[in-house]
């Protein structure tokens, strides 16, 4: 299967600063990357969906100016926590889907984000 | 939207025995995928089945997109088999939807 990478693993800063996600497909071209946010003991909640060279959908509920999402190329997408406060806690996944792979979506190793 | 049941919420298995999860979901889809996610968070796809049978090893799925179910049978558990086993749809024109997981604790 195909094979995406997050980066950082885990993150831990204070409040009140910005934090940045990248989210790397390695050996395919990611037409669209998604991001999501999983509370402890949670399923997986859809914060946005990033297409190549456009601006990204968000999901009801999810401050764009809080989580701003760039797509820049077909290999990576990053998800920037702004001004950060401790209920932005949490981990947080990325996928992506590329054209060989029909629908199937890969997952990076998610990142998990603590403010202090 | 689609609703997306998985059962049973949280499975206590024997190392060596077999089990069965399931996955309803309420409307029509065009994709389904099975997931595991380990302790350490990383999600691995086991299948991806919108129809049909698939096998992998120990461990094989069933999708009746008709009747809107999905079954993930595990044989001869394994420890290593922890964790918790997610299901996810879509449907069309929209994006994949996860249900709530089912939580798999096998003892040694």
């Known amino acids: 299967g195909a094979v995406v990478s997050q980066h950082p693993s885990w993150v831990i800063c204070k409040s009140g600063t910005s934090v940045k996600i990248e989210c790397r497909s390695l050996d395919f071209q990611a037409t669209t990357m998604f991001w999501y946010r999983q509370f402890p003991k949670q399923s997986l909640m859809l914060m946005a969906t990033s297409n190549e060279g456009s601006k990204a959908t968000y999901e009801q509920g999810v401050e764009k100016d809080k989580f701003l999402i760039n797509h820049a190329s077909l290999t990576l997408s990053t998800l920037t926590v702004t001004s950060a406060h401790p209920e932005d806690s949490s981990f947080y996944i990325c996928?992506?889907?590329?054209?060989?792979?029909?629908?199937?979506?890969?997952f990076g190793e998610g990142s998990r984000l603590t403010v202090l | 939207g689609i609703q997306v049941e998985q059962s049973p919420p949280d499975l206590i298995l024997q190392e060596g025995a077999n089990s069965t999860l399931r996955c309803n979901f309420s409307?029509?889809?065009?994709?389904l995928q099975w997931f595991h996610q380990n302790p350490w968070g990383q999600l691995i796809n086991l299948f991806y089945?919108?129809?049909g049978t698939k096998q992998n090893g120990r461990l094989s799925a069933t999708t009746v997109a008709t009747e809107r179910y999905s079954l993930l049978y595990i044989s001869s558990s394994q420890t290593t088999d922890s964790g918790v086993y997610f299901c996810a749809v879509e449907y069309y024109g929209q994006n994949f939807v996860f249900g709530p997981g089912t939580r798999l604790s096998v003892l040694p």
């Open positions: 089945i919108p129809s």
């Open positions: 409307d029509s889809v065009n994709n």
């Open positions: 996928s992506a889907r590329g054209l060989l792979w029909s629908g199937e979506l890969f």
